[in-house]
């Protein structure tokens, strides 16, 4: 694991040298402790550490925005960890970090928001009210030296690490060892954001297999594939998508109890990992009831016509998860229906575009045939900008 700290300058009691001399300590292949800060008068040099350099004029965001980037595909981190509260060229690496990257995002703040910093002074006021609120509310983690921080903290993870360099309550190993914790719990949490173009078509492989096998199979399928990296991360992102227990007997043994012992946080609260057994608004209910019995629809019809008002009604209230997609891609797959009948419901329901544009989706995520789809796919600007929220949905588990 890489993680990128970045500080805007020592200081002799928050923030000294041995602070990042713990932290590197013991670090071997598996961890590499990187240190990114304004170019100081002294080169800096910390054993363990490699550090970078931003511009010495911190004003000059264009110049340091090219370096950030520089730095970033260079090295890049799967942690972004800023020690940091109150400078303006903290806020730009976060909007660079959230537009190009999206790495996890630990706020380590150093006592900077105890409540003499951020009530007493008309300065800190402002600097909240402009930009420090906002990067509050976009850290993934929190990480707090002293109890006291968390009562102005709206971040639901908060965690308290003391500073083992001058405090007698933490030792070095401790925080190291908390330290990891975060970082691993961070990366486990955001599988998708891991994953490679292979690790992703094979999930959507298992997924397609998983719902044909349900549909015609009676016995678990016996997988001896090692649980390997790729497997861990596409078993963290099922379960956040509501689609473990379907994959599962396509995973290597011991899935559902890595599943269920590994770290992580809980970002997307709002997602949807119920079935869609019924619809979500009444209007809608008896509308496909009025023009399913004129058009004479089957029960079959009437169910497919159902799921696809239920999926986009999730992906317009941003909870859509993989399980909803995958009920619809089954429906499809294996319903014999009209497909004549289902389009002229959809037109008169006036959503036959926005199903097209779904359609789409099943068909770049899933690879599902024109054959299956009620209607020719439509891939435009919208739907571009749908696949685009559906993927960072899944980033952010």
């Not at 700290?5 to 923030?15: A, K, V």
């Not at 009210?129 to 009562?151: G, M």
Request: aromatic share 10%; glycine share 2%; charged share 30%.
């Amino acid at each position: 694991m890489k993680v990128l700290h970045y500080i805007d300058e020592f200081h002799p009691i928050r923030l000294p040298k041995e602070y990042f001399e713990i932290l590197a300590r013991e670090a071997g292949e598996d961890y590499e402790v990187h240190l990114l800060m304004p170019k100081p008068d002294e080169e800096v040099k910390i054993e363990g550490v490699h550090v970078h350099y931003l511009s010495y004029f911190t004003w000059m965001l264009w110049r340091n925005k090219r370096r950030f980037r520089r730095v970033m595909d260079e090295v890049n981190p799967d942690i972004l960890n800023i020690h940091s509260c109150w400078s303006r060229l903290m806020m730009s690496i976060v909007e660079w970090n959230e537009k190009y990257y999206k790495r996890p995002l630990v706020l380590s703040t150093h006592k900077l928001l105890m409540p003499w910093h951020s009530i007493a002074k008309l300065k800190r006021r402002l600097q909240m009210k402009l930009y420090q609120n906002r990067i509050i509310e976009q850290a993934d983690v929190i990480l707090v030296d002293t109890p006291q921080e968390t009562n102005i903290q709206t971040n639901k993870h908060i965690v308290t690490i003391p500073n083992a360099v001058y405090s007698a309550n933490c030792s070095e190993e401790d925080m190291r060892r908390e330290y990891s914790y975060i970082h691993a719990a961070l990366s486990n949490s955001k599988p998708y954001l891991f994953m490679s173009d292979e690790e992703r078509r094979k999930e959507a492989m298992l997924l397609r297999e998983a719902v044909m096998y349900k549909q015609h199979m009676g016995e678990r399928l016996k997988n001896e594939d090692e649980l390997n990296d790729s497997y861990r991360k596409i078993i963290l992102h099922a379960q956040y998508e509501g689609t473990l227990n379907m994959l599962l007997p396509f995973l290597p043994a011991g899935a559902k109890e890595y599943a269920d012992n590994t770290p992580h946080y809980i970002y997307n609260s709002k997602k949807n990992l119920d079935p869609l057994l019924s619809l979500k608004t009444l209007s809608r209910k008896s509308l496909i009831a009025s023009v399913g019995k004129e058009e004479h629809a089957t029960e079959a019809e009437l169910k497919i016509v159902k799921l696809l008002v239920n999926v986009r009604y999730e992906i317009v209230h941003n909870t859509i998860s993989q399980r909803h997609l995958a009920e619809l891609y089954r429906e499809l797959k294996l319903t014999d229906y009209d497909e004549d009948t289902v389009n002229v419901m959809l037109l008169r329901m006036n959503i036959h575009q926005d199903t097209a544009r779904l359609m789409q989706l099943l068909k770049d995520f899933y690879m599902l045939e024109e054959g299956f789809m009620p209607m020719e796919p439509l891939d435009d600007k919208v739907t571009q900008t749908i696949k685009d929220k559906l993927l960072l949905w899944q980033v952010q588990a």
